[in-house]
Each structure stands twice: as C-alpha cells, then as structure tokens.
C-alpha cells in the first residue's frame, strides 16, 4: 500500500494552477514523503529519495507562499519576488529531478532482484529522458537569457522542455502504477509476513 501513496502525490505534481498558485504539488511531497518514511525499510535508494523530499517540502512551500503573495500583490509586488519565484521554482524541480533519480535506482535494483527486465528497461528510460529534459530547459533558458532577440519568432521553441518535462512525468506515473506498484507492495507483504513469523517462533520458544 505504501508506493500507493507516492503514486498519489506524484499524480499531484500535474496540477493546474489557479492563476500563479499551484496548491496540489506541496501536498504531493507531502504524500510523497510519508510512502517514503515506510518504503526507506526496504531499500537504500528509497531511504535518499526520503531525504531529498525533506528538502523538497519546504522548498514546495517556500515557492507557494511567493505564488501567493505575487497573486496577492499583483502590480504592487516587490520586483524580486519574480526573480525569487523563478529561483525557487528551478530548485523545485531539481529537488524533484533528484528524488526521482533515487527513485530509478530503487526500481532498477527490484527488477534485478526480481529478474523483471521490463524494470530495469523502464527506469533506464525514464532517467534518460529527464537528462534530455534538464539539458534542454538548461540550454534554452541560458539562450533566451543571452540572446532574447534570437527567440522573436521562435516562440514556440520554448514549449519544448514542458513538452518533454509532461512526457517524462508521464512515463514515470506509468512505470510506478503499470510495474513497480504490485511488486513493491507484495514485497512489503512478504516482509511482514516474515517478521511476523519470526515473532510467533520467538513467542514459541519463549514459553519453552
């Protein structure tokens, strides 16, 4: 049940705004992080995603409470809170980008460990399609940056990385639901049903 939850709140970073504020993503870290507090009992690579998402919630605050207040605000908001938005918004997506990479190692080392290719072949994927995401929206921002003029008429180049950043979330929604989610909770179960035997063995002999 537990990467339920993180399917849940990973389904919450999909949310449409409402005008600058994007409400839905701080709960999803939220969701996030408390599958993670329970799948971190299972594999290391869990236990850095869960780290990274105590980074992570508080920076998905921080950038909602400058929302807020720049939709509050409105003409009369201070100038630096466009460029303290943008500056959080660029640590959000890192901080997500590094979660999930976390998350890719996990998911490769259980198809190892299962001897399901289709693991193995889809978090492999998915980490290369959000190197191309992160090199694209690097590279197209430093450019419009540098040369804005260059990009008069070719606006629509800019849609690229949220086209390619909306694919890569897709593709990792699909890898979490269609492949890792009934592994990892019949690997939880297992788990449980280990621990409660051994309890019951540990009762036995204690009344012995």
Do not use: C
């Amino acid at each position: 049940m537990r990467f339920k939850w993180f399917f849940l709140g990973y389904l919450l970073m999909f949310s449409i705004p409402i005008g600058e504020i994007s409400i839905l993503p701080v709960a999803g870290y939220g969701l996030m992080l408390y599958a993670m507090l329970r799948l971190s009992k299972y594999e290391k690579a869990f236990d850095a995603a869960k780290k990274v998402l105590y980074i992570a919630l508080p920076i998905g605050a921080a950038l909602l409470a400058v929302q807020i207040y720049i939709t509050l605000a409105g003409e009369s908001a201070l100038p630096a809170a466009g460029i303290l938005s943008s500056v959080i918004g660029w640590a959000d997506e890192l901080a997500e980008m590094a979660m999930m990479f976390f998350v890719y190692i996990g998911v490769r080392r259980m198809g190892d460990a299962t001897e399901i290719k289709a693991l193995v072949k889809h978090s492999s994927r998915n980490m290369a399609v959000m190197l191309v995401y992160l090199l694209t929206e690097v590279t197209l921002s430093l450019l419009y940056t540098a040369l804005p003029s260059a990009f008069e008429n070719f606006g629509i180049i800019m849609l690229y990385p949220f086209i390619i950043g909306f694919v890569w979330r897709v593709l990792n929604l699909w890898m979490i639901f269609t492949y890792f989610l009934g592994i990892a909770d019949s690997r939880e179960e297992a788990a449980a049903e280990k621990r409660a035997s051994e309890k019951q063995n540990s009762a036995k002999h204690g009344r012995a």
